[in-house]
């Protein structure tokens, strides 16, 4: 097992929260190794090392290899996005004597997962004047943090008959900012803003409001206008924890798919240069679709190729850029379901993935009858397997769950449309999108492994 891959990966996953986190994370690291913003070239050639990002959310490391571009290159695809909940714009109000920030979720979540523990707040506050301020509440010892509260027992007979779906809504997953106004500090500025006639006539609600507010201001130097043009995610607070008595497990947010998005990285930095050109590719909202402009959906990798082609040749020509891409290996570096002893009947367990199996390799996801799936070839599935058999890497071949039993996707199928051979390859999960998931620390040694083999074919 690779020790030092654990404990950096965990740091990882503290560090990078959410998207714009992780590709801060990723830049940090990769500039010790030599990678530099491509801005800063106007050719390129063999053995130089460039990043490209995109809004700060998605980014792409190219290694410039021996080969003309159009032979294609060696591409790890994963996505750096993890659902959460979002918060709305016009998110702050009050109720009765709490305060709460109104939110949206993003992604896959069982709702009631997400009540009762504590959260952190991440994220960006951009202002008219051009500034942007960062927020981060909730992760330091000496922070607080927050909660979505739910009703006690005594009280949850109607509840309980409802769907789990059901039974909490939506619109209720809001955070508690605060309770009115009881420290002595609080109190004087309360008073303070009674020698108003006008404020006289306010609730305790809206004292509570404006102390919250207060403290943005205080703090961060935030209006409530300024959070029209916020970008805040609430996301668990805490950090990656070894789990388990023998240690062989991680419990941490987000590692789908950050999992397979830092060992990407990992493997990327840590090859030779070789004659194909190698690339890491770390996107944005693979959770909700891969849409906008920082998801895989859009023309964002083509327009990081041709940034690259038009650096690399005499003369950029777009045949270049399509033969570049149809002529890749790319591995979609994304997660699999582990087989979970307590809910076997919903698994094909000869063709589910295990914790402890090694990597995870998918032939296809989507669902049903493989709606939105990519399906590699074989042949490609072949070349990889051979390469993995030479490496020494363990891996097993495996589905998410029963046929008709629901299903899920990847990137795969968005680079697939350029015509490339694309083959799903990550670890299982287990607990997938709970707010803590749970991976192996062996699979998680494996998965680098695969990644630096796959870089290496030829």
Known sequence: MNEQLVKEYKNFLNNGKTERECVEEIIKIARKKGYKDISNFSKLKTGDKVYVTKMNKAIALFEIGSEAMEKGMNILGAHVDSPRLDVKQNPLYEKENLTYLNTHYYGGIKKYQWTTIPLAIHGVVCKKDGSTVKVTIGESNDDPVFCISDILPHLAQDQMKDKASDFIKGEDLDLIMGLGISSDCEKENCDKSLNDEKDKDKSVNQKNKEVILALLKEIYNIEESDLKSAELEIVPAGKARDMGLDRSMILGYGQDDRSCAYSSVMAMLETECKPRTKCCLCVDKEEIGSVGATGMASNLFENMVAEVIARTEKNYSELTLRRALANSFMLSSDVNSAYDPMNASLYDKDNSSVLGGGVAFQKYTGSRGKSGAS???????????????????????????????????TIAYHAAKYGMNVLDAGIAVLSMHAPWEITSKEDLSQLYDCYKSFLDIV
């Open 375 to 409: 399906d590699a070839n074989p042949e490609f599935i072949a070349k990889v397997r051979n390469l993995m058999d030479k490496s020494g890497v363990k891996y097993q071949m495996a589905e998410l769950g029963k046929v008709d039993q629901g299903g899920g996707g």
